[in-house]
Each structure stands twice: as C-alpha cells, then as structure tokens.
C-alpha cells in the first residue's frame, strides 16, 4: 500500500435528495389505502359551492360557508376547495357502486395563525356498496390506525358532526403520555350526499373518512409546530431523506 | 359552554363522580375539558339543545336519570297590553312577552344565582340581566330584558337593510350594513335581535320595571352577525344553533320564580305571539333498518327504550321532541341509538376489498425519483401571491392584499425559496416543486407543473466542491435522453438585480408544464419506491453556523485508511456537517492532501471561538496522532 497509486480514494456517498415529508406521508397514506383496495381519485382544487358544498349537504347558512371561514374567488363563482370531498362527488357522478376511493391533496381554510395554515393537505376516503355499515367503518378505521401506530395502539370512537356522514365520529388514539390525540373524522355516508350522485340509498350504503396529513405527519414525525413544513428550510426538509 | 359540576349533577337522579360522568359525556359526544368543579363543554353545532343543564340532563338521563329541580310560576298571569307588530315572522314565528314591576328593594343574590357567577367567572350587572343570563344557562333560551321605562311606543320587530349606527349595552358602537332582524322604535334600533340589546333599553340596577322578550329565531336569521359585528353573545350562540320552539312560557315562568326570590313582585303580564304552528317530526319504527346502519342486532323494546330515555315519544310512530332539530332521517336515529350504546361498544366487522394498484401518476413519480437521485429537495408552497396577471384567478377576501391573487408561475415561490435558503449559509441549493396551476381564459384552466431552481457549488463531494451550478449542468442533468428536444426545458438566468442578496452565484430556473414533457425523456427514469420509514425529527437550530477547513497532509501511505476510518467516525451533537471537500494525490512528493470541512451548530446558542476550538481540537486530537498524519501550519 506505500504506493500512491495502490491508495482508493475516499468513497463519494450519493448526495441524495428527498420528497417533502407532508408527499411523504400522502403518499404512504395513499399507498396503504391503495392495499386496503381503494382507487385514488383526481379532482380541481378550485371548486364551485354546488361541489364543495351543496352536494355534501352543506346548508347555504353553514358557518363553514362565511367568508371568514372559505376562500372564495372571482366573484363568489368559485371557492378554494376546503376538503378533498367534492373530488369524490364527482367521482361518484361518473361512476356506479361498488365504488372505494381516495382523494387526496391541498385544501383550503381562511386560517393563518401558529396552529392553522391557509393551506393543507388531506386523505379522504370513500366506500359505496349494498350493506355498508358503522361496524364496516370501524374495523377499516382500526386497521388504517394499527397500521398507521401498530397493533398495540388504544382507539377511541366518539359521535361527532359532519353534514356529509351520519353517524358521524372522530377517533382518537391513546398516546404514550396516556393522552388521547384526535387522529381523523368519518362516518356513513349521509344517504342525501349518495342521492345528490345519483346513488339510490336504499340500495347502498356507504362509509367515509378522511385524515389530516399534516397532523399524522407531526404525530410520525414528532414535529411540533405545522409551520416549519412550508418554510422550504433545507436544513428541516434534509431530515427527511 | 361552561358548566358547574355540582348544578349538572342536581339535574340528575344519580349522582355520579366527575369521572363517571366525563366518560359518560364523552361517550355521547360531548367534548369537554375539566378544570377543578368546571367542566368547559364543546358541544358539537348540531347539539344546540344540549347548551343548557336542562339539555346536558336529558341527553344523560339513560345513564342517570334526570331529577326535575326546576321550580316554576304556575299561578295565572295578566295579559300584556303590548303594541307590538311582527313584521317578518318567517324569521321569528313565535315571540313571548313578560312585564314584571318588582318592589324598590331587592335581596341578595341566593346561593345558585351566586354561585353561577363566581364558579363560572361571568360578571355581574343587574338583577334582571343577571337572571336572564342564568335561565339561559339552566334552560337553554336567551331572553333579553328591557327597561319597561324606556320602551314609550310601538315595538316593531323587522329584517330589513340598514346602514346606520347602533351602540349595544355593553357599549359598543358597531355600524349596521345589509340585512339584519331589529327591534325598531320610531325606526330607531333598539336591539340587534338574538345577538344583543342596545344601550338606550337597556336595564340598570335602578330598573324597577322590565319587559322580558323571549323569542325563537330561526338559525339562518342570526347566524354570522356576531362574527360580522365582532360581538361574543351567548345568546347568538343559541339561537344561530336552534333553541326549542316550544319553550318560551315555561323559560318566563322560571324567570318569574327566580325574580320572586330576590325580589318581591308587584305585578306580572304575559302576552305570547305565534306566527306558525309547528308540527313534531314523526319517524315510523324501523329496528331493522338502524342495524342495517350500524351492523348491530338490537331488539325493538331496546331500541324504543333507548329513544324513550332521549326524550322521544313513541306511539304507532316516533314524535321528535321539538328541541331536537337535528333529527330527521333514521340515519339520524341509528346515531342516537349508536350514541347511547356506545360507538366503542359496537363491533367491528370487515370488509373484504382486493387491493388496488395505483399507476396514475407514474410521470410525477418518475420526476420526483429523478431529481431526488440527483440532489433535490422537494418543496411546497402556498399559492396566493400579490402579483397580479390577466390569467391570475383572484380572491374575493384574501387573508390581506398581499396573497389576494393565485400563482400562475412556480418561479417566485421557488426564488424566495433558494433565497431564504442562502441566507442561512447553503451553499449547494437544488429545489423543485411540483403543482396543479390555475389560470383563467374564458375558462378555468388547470395544469400540473414542473419548476426547478438552482444556485451555488454542485455539491459537498471532492468531485463537485468547487463545480458550480450552471447551465451546463442542467442541461447534461435535463438531456437523459439524447433524443428530446432541448426547448422542452427552457433554461433561464435569474437576474440577481431585483434580489435583495449579496450572493454572486448565478440562479438558474426552469418550469415546464408536466405533460408537455416527452414520453421519451421518462424512458431511462425509475418509478420510486415508497417504502416508508418516519424518522424522530430533530428539531432545527436557530442560531448561526460556522465553517472550519482543514488541509491535512498525509505522508504515511500506509495510515491513510486508517486515517479516513477515523475521519468518518467523528460525530459530535454541535457538528452539524462534515465532508472532504479535497482530495489530491502528490505524485511528485508521495504525499495525500486532503480538505475537510467541518460546520459547527448548536441548538442552544450562538457557538463562540472557544467553544468550537475546544471541540476542533478534542475531535483532532486523536487523528493527529495517526503517525504520517498532519495539518501543516497548525
């Protein structure tokens, strides 16, 4: 080896880079509804009230429809989608059951302060066929959770209200420090969102649910604060190679 | 919602521990948090009725009865001689007057009525007020108490358009714009209706005679107008969530009472108004069908029993109580009943679905593998900026003027990107984005785009230290596939001009539309594997950086894998980064060089000179003293 010429050079690691951790998680979201048997489903983000919320049974007097709480756009003839949702109606409008979707990807909320963005993203998921029930629902949501936290997780179920699903229900896991952290909304699909896709809901019945991925993405991750993921921040984003 | 434990639980038959009933509450749906004897209640917006200890109780009754603890007025009362006109009875279809005149002198407050206000922290104001607020909190509907005294003239109850000022009791001056339901005197606004009462009709503690108002407004009325007036009112909280229509007498009756223990009373008149006669929602008993919802298998009797204890009256057919304007459909029941049972206590049953593979967005894929490889980090953005174009879709009520405008453009979200970058001291920075753009023509139009940005040394490594990022490069990284034609990929020079930077590297930029890209350019691309691991995130410095170089000089052949076995092994919490950034082999004097660089951080403070000597020569220490081994002039 007292030859120059015997020496190797030190070796040159690849310098990789990386996909943003909030891609990371939609896609490993994606992937494992993919397993589950669902389709993933494309939509617009800028949608119109009939999509974004009239067919969802969203009410004209919702609060959700105020303008301190929805974007809106040229004019009140658009509005900044504030859920994946309206990507499934129209899935639903051009499809017949059995039908199990995703739709996933950026929403928008007139927010902006340390815990809420303007802009986020989410997973939703939806399930049409005869006989879809709460008990469906359930087992879905617990195999997505053990998955998602592992086997040995605690779940809870509590009623809760969307226009869209009824039941309705958030979930919450048991976190290590014995607290319970909310983890995702779903429901069965109320039978007046499968009318307004022209679903007779006295056929079928549905299950859906949908899924922050910023908030699984800080649970995963242990990112505290959601604003770190949208400051572009090399020395944040080269974390998560 | 704040609620005292102890006036919830005299609600109740049972009386059961704080923990007891948090789980209970919990379990219907009643998200709460407790703090000492309070429990500060969110209630879900369908469950207006629940905004009271009345409401709480029947909702718990399955678990612990309901006691009946409210004392009412039942003697006959005086008809009010009002000259009152209801102009728009579609927004308020039943209305119920109260005059009391109450003796000059009044008794202290009794326990309950005292205890709501120090237990729940709400100040006091005057006796009639005070009681309002309190009947709210025990039954659920607001009344709003005028001074008699001041209230000379025709009372006209309206929804119309208005623009003028209006100052409310607690003093406020908000301007009145649009449409609103009023109380009007002489076309003067007296009270914003079901949000707050105005100043001139108000009570004071001097108040000796009050006209109660207690009223059902439809929620589509009131609701936005304390947002829109930034006014907090417990009572637009109610009524925007539906308060019962049937209880308006009864709700007077209780004030009566209330006022009789604090006061002696000299004379009461009552006059009601009803503009339409509602009929309770009637269901048909279907056990069959709630199971078909939930996939239980609950017996009729128990399925009764369970809706019996929520207050619904059954028959030949299920009666809605009036209070619950939330159900309708037997989807709405089967939540009652799931409520009740428990949704935890129901079992799960799976689904059988075959597993679906997704090959929609290989091209997104294909690109994101490809420069991820090549040293990209993937960024996002948010898409509203200033600038303004003729395609730019604009908002209607941007969060200010500054993001009132969609991007059309990937190019300045990704400069700010590099730039901000750079100003924490990254020298190699490669970024992309890729994102569905919006633009209009006479159309929206939608498409999904590319951008890419580049600037600085084209890595860390001894082979790119000293390469920059430049055209060339891109155009060797962007020409994978030699038969592509270069225009797809239009490389442009970022003027530094407009920059607020002292930087000199050139920035070069390119954006192209994802599926004008050729078929051909994906050909030699691979489709990324996803398999996912989440790492412990550690979180990022604040504080400045600071760069040590190293020339080492290796002139024992024989210890140079020793030398780079140690090198690798250095580690230490405030180094951030080490890499050779040199490398090169003296032919003529048989001798290694080789360039290292160290970047010191620390997460706790800005790093003196001191504390990374210290660290340079703890870490040094030992590879210097590799025999053959030395960093010449130190």
Redesign the interface.
Known sequence: ????DN?N??A?????????P???TK??L??LL???????V?G???ETEEFNFDMLNIK??H?AR???DT??????K?V?RTHTSPVQIRSMLASKPPI?FTSAG?VYR?D?DATH???FHQVEGI?V?H??????L???I?RILFELFGDNIQV??????FPFT????EVDILSEKGKWLEILGCG?V??IVLENCNIDSNQY?GLAFGLGVERIAML?????DIR?????????????K | MKILYQDLINFLSEKPSKEELSEKLFQLGHEHEISGDIFDMELTPNRGDCLSLLGLARDLNIFFGKSDPIDIFDNNINDLEIDFENLSPLDCPQISFLEIEIEEETQSYRTYLDNYFNAIGNKKTNLFTDISNYISYELGQPTHCFDKDTIKKKLIFENKECNRTFKTLLGSEITLKDRNCLFTIDDEVISLAGVMGGESTSCSSETKRVLVECAYFNPESIIGKSVKYNLVSDAAHKFERGVDIASQEMTLRRFIKVVQDHAKIKSLKFKSFTYEQRQNTKLQIDVNKINKILGTSLERNEYLRYLKSLGFNISNQITIPSYRHDIHTNNDLAEEIARVVGYNNIKSAPISLEKFVNNDEVKVSKLESFFVKNGYYEVINFPFTSNKEKESINIDNPLDKNRNNFRISLKDSLIKNLIYNERRQKDSIKLFEISDIYTKDKELKQQKKLGLIISGRQGHNYNNFSKKLDKKYLNDLLNVNENIDNDIFEIIEISRNSIDTKKKDKIFYVETPVNDIPKSFFLKLDHMQKAKNFIDYKPISEYPSSTRDFSFLIDDLYQFDNFIGMLDKVSDEIIKDSFIFDFYKDDRKKVIKLGYRFIFQSNLGTLSDKDINTKINEVLGPILEIKGVSIPGM
């Open positions: 080896m007292s030859n120059l020496i050079p030190p040159i690691s690849n310098e990789l880079g990386g996909l943003h909030i891609n990371q896609d490993y994606l992937n993919a397993d589950f048997g669902f389709k993933e494309y617009p983000e800028i004209k007097s609060p105020q303008m301190h974007f809106y756009a040229e004019g009140k658009n900044l199990a950026k007139k902006d963005l303007p802009m399930y066929d006989n879809v029930t709460f008990a469906n359930k087992d879905l617990n809870r179920f509590r009623p809760s209200y009824e039941p309705s229900a069965i109320n039978p019945s995963k991750y242990g990112v505290h770190e993921f949208y400051k572009s921040n090399l020395d944040f984003l080269q974390q998560f």
